[in-house]
């Protein structure tokens, strides 16, 4: 069983940064693919990010490309998404969610398992 605990939300005022993390319960992290996901009031879940545990090449969202960046560490069986320039448009829920296949998706019906989310909210 995978279980997934995100960290670090809260307030940013807009121009900041901010920095996810997403823990995993350990033994399987270097064989999951992980990935951001977010979800605003009243919208459906997108994507943001991922990494694949098999090649380490990153995807982004085009709303997130340039701004935000994800990043893995084994040794410490953690995910990070580093937000930077975040604006108001980028206050959601984030989630982190993992599978085992070896190539990002963008789909969360891909996903196998995912964490309770972290609130960010960003003032302008």
């Known amino acids: 069983q995978v279980q997934l605990v995100e960290s670090g939300g809260g307030l940013v005022q807009t121009g900041g940064s901010l920095r996810l993390s997403c823990a995993t319960s350990g033994l399987f992290f270097t064989s999951l693919t992980m990935a951001w996901f977010r979800q605003a009031p009243g919208k459906e879940r997108e994507f943001v990010g991922g990494?694949?545990?098999?090649?380490?090449?990153?995807t982004y969202a085009d709303s997130a490309r340039g701004r935000f960046t994800v990043a893995r560490d084994n040794a410490k069986d953690t995910m990070y998404l580093q937000m930077n320039s975040p604006e108001p448009e980028d206050t959601a829920v984030y989630y982190c969610?993992?599978?085992?296949?070896?190539?990002?998706?963008?789909?969360?019906?891909?996903?196998?398992?995912w964490g309770q989310g972290t609130q960010v909210t960003v003032s302008s």
């Open positions: 969610a993992a599978t085992f296949k070896d190539v990002t998706s963008d789909s969360t019906a891909d996903y196998d398992y």
């Open positions: 990494i694949s545990w098999k090649t380490l090449f990153k």
